[in-house]
């Protein structure tokens, strides 16, 4: 029954939305092979959708496109920043992300487009335009094209239906954001070099203790020492 559906928040929505972009190589990465292929990238969109109205049923494609065009600008906004502040000798803070989701986009870090994404509507009608003679005679039919998309989204198959609550900070029932986010950082504390990973975690622990007693806010930076000193 509708009324036995676990209710999740609208972060949580976003979070599985963008692990299913991130499974759609096609749609951000130019040197896919779908990438330059504007059917394919349709056909993905309309699967990602097809998911995505099990939280809003009236979202269209173009609404779609946006949302992940916007976010992916911030993003890349907030990636410069960081750049910015590790390249700056003089500097003596990192910038930090504020978004929520920057590390979801991390997957991003290894394409080649070194622009912010640009409207869907003008990057679809360049990539027909720039895409290489070899692949012309390559371009699949629609259904060998569905096929390769279906196969991709195979996981969120098996994802249940829920109903979105836009206004509860955090899911009733499931993965919560703050287990997603944990997962993330666990993964990345497993590529370190064990010295780093220590002193990250020992980062990690004050922060949250700062955290819990309220004493964080949009300025809070964290200064790095000069070896030397």
Not at 25 to 42: C, I, K, M, V
């Amino acid at each position: 029954m509708d009324d036995d559906r676990p209710v999740i928040s609208e972060r949580e929505v976003i979070i599985r939305l963008l692990e299913l972009y991130r499974d759609l190589p096609g749609l951000w990465d130019p040197n896919h092979e779908l990438y330059s292929n504007r059917e394919a990238r349709q056909v993905a969109y309309e699967s990602l959708l097809e998911y995505y109205r099990k939280f809003d049923k009236e979202a269209s494609v173009a609404d779609l496109k946006k949302k992940l065009e916007n976010m992916r600008a911030a993003y890349r906004r907030e990636k410069k920043k960081v750049e910015k502040s590790l390249a700056d000798d003089s500097r003596s803070t990192i910038h930090v992300p504020m978004l929520w989701y920057y590390q979801l986009f991390s997957f991003l870090d290894n394409d080649s487009d070194p622009l912010i994404m640009k409207s869907e509507h003008c990057s679809d009608s360049d990539n027909k335009s720039d895409e290489p003679e070899r692949k012309k005679p390559k371009t699949p039919s629609r259904f060998a094209t569905n096929q390769l998309i279906k196969k991709e989204m195979a996981l969120a198959e098996t994802t249940p239906t829920y109903h979105v609550n836009l206004t509860s900070p955090e899911p009733s029932g499931g993965e919560s954001s703050a287990d997603a986010f944990g997962k993330s950082i666990s993964s990345q504390l497993k590529e370190l070099p064990k010295l780093q990973r220590c002193l990250a975690e020992k980062l990690i622990g004050e922060v949250m203790f700062y955290a819990k007693m309220d004493q964080l806010n949009m300025d809070t930076v964290i200064y790095l020492n000069d070896g030397d000193s």
